[in-house]
């Protein structure tokens, strides 16, 4: 969520005063002030919704970023699920917030953008891209698990997607060479990837999730997907409010009282 216009001149002092009132109101758990980072924010988790919120101060690029993440997402339908899969086995091995050197929101995206910009099926078939989701999954995790050699080679999602690199385009670096270079399409001069010090950790990460879905099926029936994610108090509480959704959609009106007998 991003206040514009807000007038606030001292944004730190500003976003402390938000988690301040969120607290004193017990509108949010988990309160988190990031007032040195490159965007400065406030991070919490909602109470009564439990989804986690992100609050910043006249950041300008985010409803610009907000757009065009939505047009993506309308022209890649597999986009919007492999993210919230990847969104998840990041979370759950705390690899997610960039604060602690993992993957956030935005570079996910745009990792899944170039995978599929980029996939061989596209090629193949005439632009179509594989619509089975576990195929993509596991090119997913071999792709940034093993195929990509982030020392040298960056992504982009422009001009349909393609890998650079990144000496060339200016974005190796000296301390951190092991780095994934991500460039933002927004702000071509922009790594989205150079604060994601834990990478490494990440491509591990994706190297066993690799394993683990390509191994041979150990019982009949067994849900690949579970190899990988685990069905924590929080997934299963998500699931059963979407099932009662799915439950009472589903569930004819009772029919109209009879009409009153006549005396």
Known sequence: MVVLKSGCADIPSGLRRVAS?????????????????????????????????????????????????????????????????????????ELNEVYSGGVGSYALILMVNVLLMTHASRMERGGRIEACLGTLLIDFFELYGHTLDMFEVGISCRKGGFFYNKREYGFWSVERPWLLSIEDPLDNDSDI??????????????????TLLTAPETEFGELFLMRIIRMDSLLVQRLAKKKSKVVGALTPPPPPPPPPEEE
């Open 21 to 93: 009132q969120v607290s004193r109101r017990n509108l949010g758990r988990n309160l988190l002030v990031l007032s040195k980072a490159r965007i400065p924010i406030v991070k919490f988790q909602d109470i009564a919704s439990n989804l986690n919120f992100d609050i910043s101060f006249d950041v300008y690029g985010g409803p610009q970023a907000a757009k065009f993440i939505n047009e993506m997402i309308g022209n890649l339908p597999q986009m919007r699920p492999l993210v919230m899969i990847l969104k998840i086995f990041l979370q759950q091995r």
């Open 193 to 210: 990837g150079k604060n994601s010090f834990n990478i490494q950790k990440v491509k591990q990460a994706f190297q066993f999730a690799f």
